[in-house]
């Protein structure tokens, strides 16, 4: 709850009441005001086109339907006279009294003052519920398309990796397919040459073993 | 000698021909040794006896290469340099059997069907396996001889074969080599899509949690500029208001006193009794000393 809501929770006492001569008669006499007479509306909308980032909050109150009253005199209005140069200096309760005076003189109560800044505030509150709901949202499609992201990259790799592995083996499997051959191939040349070598001596046994098999060994690249 | 002559023996009778098949053409051979005293040879055509068979090749000599098939050589019976073995895409596999790899290389046992297998086969002879190296050479070459069979076919046989090992071997190695380099291509390109879609998605994380974390920023800053609104409107409404003050909570109901018995009419017959008479028992006070004054001593 807001400080002001808060503040006319159980109706108000006004401070300054000693007017009845000149004013307004109905604005003078009355020196309380019940809380039903700050009950608000509920906001107009759940949801509200002025950005957070606004720095005014003049925007905020028009889409909230709030309106100057026709008298002129919101709490806007005696805000500024409260804080006049020429009342500046003087003690809060003679700018409290000048001002009220200033208000009876225009014919304008106290409570419609009041009720201007409650309903302010009630705009304001709406506002930031708004805008609270919209982070929220925000945040709930965003954690909800990062889970779908990352089931997304999950499967991807897995296929990936999947591929990789499969042609990782395959190039092993055929390297030690090859090695295998190059053992048998070896014992195979081993055998023609001792064949051959009974017959023909040394250097002269056309049939060689080792070096050429090593001439033919394949570079594996790199990972 | 004699022992030598039935070893001949033996393999003249593992190398005798099939009933069916032709006699090679008529070349007598010599089993006897050469002429006391003499380096030649009883019988010259018989040319190569063991002693003389050259068995190291001249150097001049070209070595063994691959021979053509055998229907290429009965084609043309001059084409005797043997041509290297055919394509180098072989259909067998690296774990293929020998005999396949040469059988796909076009080579095939010579037509006098002594190759090197055969050879093989002679000095692995069960009478031979137990003689020494040189005496199981002679009796192949004896065997050779009987036969007719130059000992440079079976040493291009062998060539050949190995020429088919060597070029099965490499045309194995360049597939392995296509292999791991297709292999690794792949890998790669699969690591750069990987590498790239990784980025993206991870990009698009973050400007989603770079959104949230500025969307609650400005929430932040929107309180905070409210709680300044709020405090503003607050002082505005307090120079001429205060809350109502709590009312006083309702006294606490008092206790009710002793039931008062009504006011019986005026009965002269009922005249009350003196006071100390009608008091009941309990609403006597206390036994003891009387307010009159202390007790006295050893009244107990």
């Known amino acids: 709850m807001s400080k002001i809501k808060e503040f006319v929770s159980k109706g108000v006492r006004l401070i300054v009441t000693d007017t009845e001569e000149g004013g307004h008669p109905e604005a003078a006499r009355e020196k309380e005001i019940p809380p039903e007479a700050f009950e608000t509306p509920p906001p107009r909308a759940a949801r509200s086109g002025v950005p957070a980032t606004v720095e005014d909050f003049a925007a905020v109150y028009q889409e909230a339907g709030i309106e100057l009253p026709p008298h002129g005199y919101g709490v806007d209005k005696v805000g500024e006279m409260l804080e006049s140069k020429r009342l500046a200096p003087l003690g809060r309760e003679v700018k409290a009294t000048a001002v009220l005076a200033a208000l009876e003189a225009a014919q304008v109560g106290v409570r419609d003052v009041i009720q201007d800044a409650v309903r302010r505030d009630g705009a304001l509150d709406a506002f930031e519920s708004a805008k609270e709901r919209e982070v929220q949202e925000l945040r709930e499609r965003s954690e909800g398309r990062v889970k779908t992201i990352k089931e997304e990259i999950e499967r991807f790799l897995r296929e990936k990796n999947a591929e990789i592995e499969g042609l990782k083996q395959a190039a092993e499997t055929a390297g030690q397919a090859f090695a295998q051959l190059q053992a048998r191939k070896h014992r195979e040349e081993e055998r023609l040459y001792d064949v051959v070598a009974h017959f023909v001596e040394g250097t002269d046994n056309p049939i060689t073993t080792a070096a050429s098999s090593r001439a033919t060994v394949p570079v594996k690249p790199r990972e | ?300």
Not at chain 2, 1 to 7: D, G, H, I, L, V
Not at chain 2, 52 to 71: I, Q
Not at chain 2, 81 to 107: C, L, N
């Open chain 2, 1 to 300: 000698m004699s022992r030598f002559k039935e070893f001949t023996g033996r393999l003249r009778g593992m190398v005798r021909r099939s009933p069916g098949e032709p006699a090679p053409g008529a070349r007598p051979f010599n089993w006897d040794a050469p002429l006391e005293g003499s380096d030649e040879p009883r019988d010259p055509a018989a040319g190569l006896t063991v002693e003389t068979v050259p068995l190291r090749p001249a150097p001049s000599r070209p070595p063994a290469a691959p021979r053509a098939r055998p229907e290429e050589l009965r084609s043309s019976p001059e084409a005797r340099p043997p041509q290297e073995p055919r394509s180098p895409h072989w259909r067998a596999k690296a774990d293929a059997d020998f005999r396949s790899i040469y059988a796909e290389a076009g080579i095939t046992t010579p037509a006098h069907g002594y190759g090197v297998e055969k050879v093989s086969a002679m000095l692995a002879n069960a009478h031979l396996a137990s003689r020494p190296r040189d005496v199981r050479a002679t009796a192949a070459l004896a065997a050779l001889e009987a036969a007719q069979v130059p000992l440079r076919d079976v040493i291009d046989d062998a060539v050949l074969r190995h020429k088919a090992l060597a070029a099965f071997e490499a045309a194995k190695a360049l597939e392995l080599q296509a292999t791991w380099t297709r292999s690794r291509s792949r890998i790669e390109a699969l690591q750069e899509q990987v590498r790239v879609f990784l980025a993206a998605r991870n990009g698009e994380i973050d400007a989603l949690n770079r959104a949230v974390q500025a969307a609650r920023q400005q929430l932040a800053q929107l309180q905070a500029r409210k709680q300044r609104e709020e405090d503003r409107l607050l002082r505005v409404v307090t120079h001429f208001a205060a809350p109502r003050p709590i009312p006083a909570p309702p006294p606490p109901p008092m206790p009710r006193g002793a039931i008062v018995a009504p006011a019986l009419p005026a009965d002269p017959a009922l005249k009350p009794a003196p006071a100390e008479a009608v008091r009941p028992a309990a609403a006597l006070p206390p036994a003891g000393p009387g307010p009159g004054g202390p007790p006295k001593p050893g009244s107990s």
